[in-house]
């Protein structure tokens, strides 16, 4: 497997950190599953943020998914809260995809949360890829090609819990696989030489430390796989 970046980005060393990292993982309910075509809609987003502060790094993580009843306003104005920072570095795995996705639902042309990104005016663009024989590798494949853990749901299941307005375990998924797209992140930095390598080093050291000491589902799906290896 051969990971890429298609970033868009003003940084002139994208892959070095910002001050503030902010991951994103849009979630997407498979509707077109059992018609044997490729329809997804959005239906939220985890984030998490990690934030340098000298030697320390301050993780937070946080998430919105819509029932099936909330309007996309709710969504956006989430995503502003989040998104919308001076100098941070916005990254997710097949980014634009997961942008274009968001302004699908009604509102986004005109969100602010879309347009900074898009227009990347506030931020750095980071959008994470992989491929394999020359064709694109899912976030999940990717995950598990790298031995990094992800959100064991399955389209199905996420569906179900929503159509359910059981979002709250949505929301378990989403922000594992949000850490799980920090550690593609971390995996990307150390595989590009020796600077990233330290980089991605001292970066998964607090993310260690972060985990372990939270009790959530979310940490609890990476703690042990990430003390068991080098995160």
């Not at 070095?16 to 018609?35: A, K, Q, Y």
Request: include cysteine.
């Amino acid at each position: 497997m051969r990971l890429g970046s298609a970033a868009r980005t003003r940084n002139p060393s994208p892959m070095l950190p910002s001050p503030i990292m902010t991951i994103l993982n849009v979630v997407e309910l498979d509707i077109g599953r059992h018609l044997g075509i490729d329809q997804r809609i959005p239906i939220g987003a985890a984030i998490l943020t990690a934030e340098l502060r000298g030697t320390a790094v301050d993780f937070t993580i946080d998430s919105c998914i819509l029932r099936p009843t909330d309007m996309a306003e709710t969504l956006f104005a989430w995503l502003g809260q989040h998104v919308i920072r001076e100098g941070a570095t916005i990254t997710g795995y097949r980014l634009k995809a997961a942008i274009t996705s968001l302004a699908s639902l009604p509102g986004g042309d005109d969100a602010p949360a879309l347009r900074a990104m898009t227009a990347c005016h506030r931020q750095y663009l980071l959008d994470l890829s992989a491929t394999s024989a020359g064709r694109p590798v899912s976030f999940r494949e990717a995950c598990e090609q790298t031995g990094v853990a992800c959100s064991p749901a399955k389209p199905e299941q996420i569906f179900g819990a929503w159509v359910r307005y059981d979002v709250a375990s949505i929301e378990e998924h989403a922000q594992a696989d949000a850490i799980a797209t920090f550690r593609l992140l971390l995996r990307r930095l150390a595989s590009i030489n020796q600077v990233g390598r330290s980089i991605a080093d001292a970066l998964g050291n607090h993310l260690r430390v972060w985990l372990d000491q939270r009790d959530d589902p979310a940490a609890k799906a990476h703690v042990d796989d990430v003390l068991s290896s080098a995160g």
